[in-house]
């Protein structure tokens, strides 16, 4: 069955960059996109964007816009999540999860295991 | 600020029903996009248990059902058992935001 497995965790400096990678398995990694959520501790779930790996088209949240880069690679079957000019504030588990498009159509199904960031100095 | 709120607990005995709310608004649920609903243990995952507004994946028990009308979404367990304490978050699309929104969140105890 379909399968995500991410990066193990990270430890950064502010002002520092991150990048988390996702080998999918299990399905036709081209057939669905890829998206990400992030998880403050101890908070609700935050989609932070979402990738084609068919086309490499992209699309992400406002906030983020200009931090976040997401791409994919077809011929391992990855997806990568690079997070730029880090603050305490991107402390959080970071998930890739099957699913999204560019309109409103979709869920999210199956989950990675989380990618834990922590962004101390 | 999530754009999809929940109330943050709900409680119940053993065999009993609850019902967790996700409520929108016009740029979201009150504009008929699918509603899908997640469940969450602590230091795991979340996981997918209904999707497009109530259709529950293959494996997830019959006891959780979804549905949904004007802004907002429900979620129900029926014959609450303790094996479902865990959080569970609503998510939808947002036409004016132009991507994905969840919910705040639900913690569900089981007295």
């Known amino acids: 069955q379909a399968q995500l497995v991410q990066s193990g965790a990270e430890v950064k400096k502010p002002g520092a960059s991150v990048k988390v990678s996702c080998k999918a398995s299990g399905y036709t990694f081209t057939n669905f996109g890829i998206s990400w959520v992030r998880q403050a501790p101890g908070q609700g779930l935050e989609w932070m964007g979402w990738s084609s790996p068919y086309n490499g088209e992209t699309k992400y949240v406002q906030n983020l816009q200009g931090r976040v880069t997401l791409t994919t690679d077809t011929s391992t079957y990855t997806a990568y999540m690079e997070l730029t000019s880090l603050t305490s504030d991107d402390t959080a588990v970071y998930y890739c999860v099957r699913g999204g498009s560019s309109g409103p159509k979709g869920w999210f199904d199956p989950w990675g295991q989380g990618t834990l960031v922590i962004v101390s100095s | ?111």
Request: with cysteine; hydrophobic share 30%.
């Open chain 2, 1 to 111: 600020q999530s754009v999809l709120t929940q109330p943050p607990s709900v409680s119940g005995a053993p065999g009993q029903r609850v019902t967790i709310s996700c409520t929108g608004g016009r740029s979201n649920i009150g504009a008929g996009y699918d509603v899908h609903w997640y469940q969450q243990f602590p230091g795991a995952a979340p996981k997918l248990l209904i999707h497009e507004d109530s259709n529950r994946p293959s494996g997830v028990p019959d006891r959780f059902s979804g549905s949904k009308s004007a802004t907002s979404a429900s979620l129900a367990i029926t014959g609450l058992q303790a094996e479902d304490e865990a959080d569970y978050y609503c998510q939808a699309y947002d036409s004016r935001l132009s991507g994905y929104v969840f919910g705040t969140g639900t913690k569900v105890t089981v007295l």
